[in-house]
């Protein structure tokens, strides 16, 4: 069973887990896995670690990654919809907050669900609307699938079963094309009860048994149970009561282990149902009536307006059956009131728009595509320019120039590159380059530094442009630090022996600006530039030589300040001690006579 196979994939990860940020990403992974096999309660409690983690680490991702498994957990057992839908909220603000489009479109479709499942149609289309939008402009087609079998599901329960056909055939013809198992399961469950509804039970028993297969293959119980319920329906509409009997007592029992409360109200409701039917050879309104009460309590617990008009129907029923007029006269009302709730002229003026967008979608796909492309070339020029510089040229602003009064400038270079160089070929040098150098940017971006250019085998980076920052030095040294450290892993390919790098770093005063016409570059210009360069060259391998200036400004920052009998300067920074040690005056080209330092992370 594959969602199985996930689980113990992962439950391996999450014990082997080397940081903390690993491990909240693990847990997470085995919460959904777990999630996806109904395993609820295990899940939830993952869930809830991988959530306290992630607050811990302020990881705003990973903690939206959470809630969102909690606010599903609570979607399928129907236990509390309110609950569910404060989760889902939630964790679609911190998507919002990481910009993870794709998460939120998924998040906005289990919104969706927690609507529809509580009858408020009108809200949920609108949530599919917007998660089909993004998925549509992201080409994420195996997920545009699940929000069209979604978009099937509200049709169908807005009877119109013809349109609920259409959008289910078109979510399993793109789950198929995409070899999608459990898309193609959730399709071909929804064509079967659509099937059934128009009285077609040949071919929804055939599309429900082939929903069931592929469910039982991925170990889906939660889906499981539901086919059994779906199958159970189109026996009863057959008139096999024995068989529907059957069928309904197998999801019961599923759904109860499982803590699926809404779908225990369903289940109840259609057992209830067969009791209530003079030719079952078990006839027995006393048991109809205690399942239909049992059903009821549940689904005004949950919110299941939709079931709760259904049982208010069959309570009335069975009430006039045994001459209980005033009884039935009550259910009656309650049932009305709840219907007048769940129609409107809002609910099909909704659903007549998205079949409009749905039947334009056609001609939108060349709009679509240019859209796709322009979004791509603006990613292109993101990765070459800084985004708010990108933004100034697409507003037309010429030339772009700018001071800076105090940033930090680092350069690296790599130690006998040149010599390597002549004995590799060049796949293996510019591979190389390519693992070192990205390294590098990984670097950069997450202390949010700008990398301006390599040139050969020589990295530049600064800190405090094109957004001014006052712990530009703090930053830089934290990367130069963990430069050191990331060469660890990268070995020669000629002797085996670990590549080393000399960094140089010095702040001060730069312009900076864009220059090109046609292949833009953004650079700096200034004396403090040339003196980082020269940082650099009169450094050491796998040292960080910066410039007198370079650590006043760090201690400028520094929680603590201390100064060692030889100079040295133990600067706390962060909570993590770095100390500059002072290599004295020294001759620097061009530059004259310069006070240095060799800057090192405390041990």
Not at 335 to 349: A, P, T
Not at 438 to 458: P, V
Request: charged share 25%; with cysteine; proline share 1%.
């Amino acid at each position: 069973m594959k969602n199985q196979s996930n689980v113990d994939i992962f439950r391996e990860l999450v014990a082997s887990a080397e940081s903390d940020s690993n491990r909240v990403e693990a847990l997470n992974n085995l919460a959904w896995a777990l999630y996806s096999i109904a395993e609820n309660q295990e899940a939830k409690d993952i869930a809830e670690e991988a959530r306290t983690m992630a607050g811990l680490l302020s990881d705003d991702y990973q903690q939206a990654r959470a809630l969102n498994t909690l606010g599903a957990i609570l979607l399928q057992s129907a236990t509390n919809n309110g609950a569910a839908l404060d989760l889902l909220n939630r964790a679609k603000e911190l998507f919002e907050s990481s910009n993870s489009i794709k998460d939120i479109a998924a998040t906005l479709m289990n919104i969706g669900n927690v609507y529809r499942n509580s009858g408020d149609y009108p809200q949920a289309l609108d949530c599919y609307k917007k998660s089909k939008t993004i998925y549509e402009e992201n080409n994420e087609m195996v997920l545009l699938s699940s929000v069209l079998a979604n978009i099937g599901n509200v049709f169908r329960q807005l009877k119109d079963e013809n349109k609920a056909i259409e959008y289910y055939s078109q979510s399993l013809a793109i789950a198929e094309q995409y070899g999608a198992k459990r898309e193609q399961s959730v399709a071909l469950s929804g064509l079967g009860n659509a099937y059934s509804d128009i009285g077609n039970f040949e071919s929804s028993l055939k599309c429900l048994h082939s929903s069931l297969a592929i469910d039982q293959e991925l170990g889906n119980h939660f889906a499981i149970a539901v086919s059994y319920g779906n199958m159970g329906a189109i026996f009863l509409d057959m008139n096999d009561l024995n068989a529907a009997f059957e069928c309904f007592q197998k999801s019961l029992a599923m759904h109860t282990v499982q803590g699926n409360r809404g779908s225990i109200a369903v289940q109840k409701l259609n057992i209830g149902v067969i009791y209530a039917t003079e030719t079952f050879e078990g006839y027995d309104l006393v048991q109809s009536e205690k399942l239909f009460l049992d059903s009821l309590g549940i689904a005004l617990e949950v919110g299941y307006k939709k079931v709760s008009v259904t049982i208010y129907a069959n309570l009335m029923d069975i009430m006039k059956i045994q001459g209980r007029w005033e009884e039935s006269l009550n259910f009656f009302e309650h049932q009305y009131k709840i219907e007048k709730e769940l129609q409107g002229d809002e609910v099909r003026k909704i659903a007549e728009q998205f079949d409009h967008e749905r039947k334009v979608f056609e001609q939108e796909k060349a709009l679509v595509a240019e859209r796709v492309s322009a979004r791509e070339r603006s990613r292109i020029l993101d990765n070459i320019l800084p985004q708010s510089i990108t933004e100034r040229l697409i507003r037309g602003e010429e030339p772009i120039a700018d001071r800076f009064e105090n940033v930090s400038i680092l350069f690296a270079d790599i130690i006998g590159f040149t010599k390597l160089s002549q004995r590799i070929s060049p796949h293996q040098l510019v591979e190389s380059l390519d693992r070192i150098f990205s390294s590098f940017d990984a670097l950069a971006e997450k202390y949010c530094l700008e990398k301006i250019k390599t040139i050969g085998d020589a990295y530049m980076v600064v800190s405090g442009v094109p957004e001014p920052r006052k712990d530009h030095a703090d930053a830089m040294a934290a990367m130069a630090i963990e430069m050191l450290e990331t060469m660890k892993q990268f070995t020669s390919i000629a002797t085996g022996e670990e590549i080393q790098i000399r960094i140089g770093i010095h702040s001060g005063e730069v312009v900076a600006g864009v220059i090109g016409k046609k292949k833009f570059a953004y650079d700096l210009w200034g004396d403090s530039v040339n003196t980082a360069s020269r940082m650099e060259s009169h450094g050491e391998a796998g040292k960080i030589h910066v410039s007198s200036d370079f650590v006043r400004e760090l201690t400028t920052n520094s929680e603590q300040l201390k100064v060692g009998r030889d100079g040295q300067q133990l600067i706390t920074i962060n909570s993590s001690l770095i100390t500059a040690f002072p290599r004295g005056e020294m001759e620097i080209k061009g530059k004259g006579m310069m006070k240095t330092y060799f800057l090192e992370k405390n041990k």
